[in-house]
């Protein structure tokens, strides 16, 4: 059966920093199309050379490149029994792309929560965010520090700030959120799938409120 989840939300309205968590709680992999493309990045691979100027402007990287490479991402054993998507879909391409892939599956989404939050507080949760070059892990100056400056809590690894945290791609990000992926509440509506979740609290009340409608729609827990 599984659990098959699309998190939708604002540019640091806290997919990643919630995802993370009900991976873990549902014991199926974190799947976050930003991190795939932050691999390929490290690694200077084709796809991240082709991918880098996009990412580091705030734009969407082109669908023929992020959908194959999500695509081949879905396809590995290990996401057969659900998968947590944090970034992905964020056209309406994508989620048709999305559709059709999980219909080769012979499967398909339970539940696409929106993470909601004002592009006020997301501009500020994004304007402090730190980064696990290791694990990937994510830490707010203000609203979530780690225990030791510039040191994950989770592994150790080095804390950075992304190439693209930067006032102009932030503010970038929000107006390519608004033109291109706002449709998709849309269209997981129309589905039955959207669930309304208040990003504007604590990270373990978003965490629990999040938990309550993801057990609902999957019968787990
Ligand atoms: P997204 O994946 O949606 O871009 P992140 O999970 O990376 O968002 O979160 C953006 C920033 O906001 C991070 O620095 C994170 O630590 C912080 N953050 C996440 N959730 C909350 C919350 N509920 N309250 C305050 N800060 C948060
Ligand atoms: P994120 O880590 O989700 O904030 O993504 C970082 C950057 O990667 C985005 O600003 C885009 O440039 C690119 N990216 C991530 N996911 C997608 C996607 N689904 N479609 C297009 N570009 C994406």
């Known amino acids: 059966m599984g659990c098959r989840v699309v998190l939708l939300g604002l540019p640091g309205a806290g997919k ?3 995802a993370e968590r009900l991976a873990k709680a549902l014991g199926v992999p974190h799947v976050a199309s ?19 100027a996009y990412i580091d402007r705030g734009d969407l990287v082109p669908d023929e490149i992020t959908i194959g ?7 590995r054993p290990d996401c057969a029994d659900g998968f947590v998507l944090d970034g992905f879909p964020r056209t309406v391409a994508q989620a048709e792309a999305l559709e059709r892939v999980l219909d080769r599956m ?8 929106l993470i909601q939050v004002s592009e006020e507080v997301a501009l500020a949760r994004l304007s402090g965010r730190w980064t696990c070059r290791k694990c990937g892990a994510v830490y707010h100056t203000l609203f979530n520090p780690p225990k030791q400056p510039g040191v994950c809590d989770v592994c150790g690894g080095e804390l950075y700030q992304r190439s693209d945290e930067t006032p102009e791609a932030h503010r970038r990000r929000l107006e390519v959120y608004r033109e291109q992926t706002a449709p998709l509440v849309d269209y997981y509506r129309r589905a039955g799938l959207l669930v309304e979740i208040n990003g504007e609290q604590s990270i373990e009340d978003v965490q629990a409120d999040l938990w309550a409608a993801v057990r609902a729609a999957c019968g787990v827990g």
């Not at 490479?69 to 396809?75: F, G, Q």
Request: aromatic share 2%; proline share 3%.
């Open 16 to 18: 990643g920093t919630q």
């Open 34 to 52: 930003g991190d795939l493309f932050r691999e390929h990045l490290n690694k200077n691979t084709e796809l991240g050379q082709r991918a880098r």
């Open 69 to 75: 490479m999500v695509a081949e991402r879905l396809a």
């Open 106 to 113: 012979g499967t398909r989404l339970n539940i696409v929560p």
